[in-house]
Nanobody, 114 residues
Framework: QVQFVESGGGMVQPGGSLRLSCAAS????????MGWYRQSPGKQRELVGY???????IYGNAVKGRFTISRDNAENAVNLQMNSLKPEDTAVYYC????????WGQGTQVTVSS
């Protein structure tokens, strides 16, 4: 069993910034990768980005150059810094951890609107 504590999110105007944080705990025997997917109404879930155990980060095309993922001191915790936000970034952001299998957080709403 893996538990998540997610924070951040909310509403921001276009061009603004938000920061999401996600910490996982529980029966985690190996850190393979950790990051976020997002989903907005009527759309498929899409990759935001993730960071691997080696420290490298991969981003979805829609967020490259605007979003940055970092990991807290090699712990099972990651942060997502989102800059230059656009209305199309509005979605529920789901944190996940890949260990022996994939575990999902409950999701955090991000709304970008004027």
């Amino acid at each position: 069993q893996v538990q998540f504590v997610e924070s951040g999110g909310g509403m921001v105007q276009p061009g603004g910034s938000l920061r999401l944080s996600c910490a996982a705990s529980g029966n985690i025997w190996r850190f393979v990768a950790m990051g976020w997917y997002r989903q907005s109404p009527g759309k498929q879930r899409e990759l935001v980005g993730y960071i691997s155990s080696g420290g490298g980060a991969i981003y979805g095309n829609a967020v490259k150059g605007r979003f940055t993922i970092s990991r807290d001191n090699a712990e099972n915790a990651v942060n997502l810094q989102m800059n230059s936000l656009k209305p199309e970034d509005t979605a529920v952001y789901y944190c996940y951890l890949q260990s022996g299998e994939v575990y999902w957080g409950q999701g955090t709403q991000v709304t970008v609107s004027s």
